[in-house]
């Protein structure tokens, strides 16, 4: 079974930093490395909204157009965890952030999991 555990979230003023954690295990058969990561957003009233995609070896990232130069997606495979960085926060960045876990096997079946979530509010 693979469990994906999300942290960092909080309160913080317009032009502050944040830094999501997710934290990944599973009780066998998982391999890190092969999971391709995303952190996926939703707030109040509006559709989900994907945020950072970093590929399974982390060599190529990809970002909404609305947060793209202010945060970054990175990962520690060593020590299964995904990270994302938010700087220079803004309101409309208030959401509950969840993470959220790719892989595909050899026949193309893809097999997704999602962590609880953590809210971010960005307010003065």
């Known amino acids: 079974q693979v469990q994906l555990v999300e942290s960092g979230g909080g309160l913080v003023q317009p032009g502050g930093s944040l830094r999501l954690s997710c934290a990944v295990s599973?009780?066998?058969?998982?391999?890190?490395?092969?999971?391709?990561m995303r952190w996926y957003r939703q707030a109040p009233g509006k559709e989900r909204e994907l945020v950072a995609v970093?590929?399974?070896?982390?060599?190529?990232?990809n970002y909404a157009d609305s947060v793209k130069g202010r945060f970054l997606i990175y990962r520690d495979n060593r020590k299964n965890t995904v990270y994302l960085q938010m700087n220079s926060l803004k309101p409309e960045d208030t959401a509950v952030y969840h993470c959220?876990?790719?892989?595909?096997?050899?026949?193309?079946?893809?097999?997704?999991?999602w962590g609880q979530g953590t809210q971010v509010t960005v307010s003065s």
């Open positions: 959220n876990a790719l892989r595909s096997d050899s026949r193309g079946n893809d097999y997704r999991y």
């Open positions: 970093i590929t399974d070896i982390g060599g190529r990232t």
């Open positions: 599973a009780v066998s058969g998982f391999t890190f490395s092969n999971y391709v």
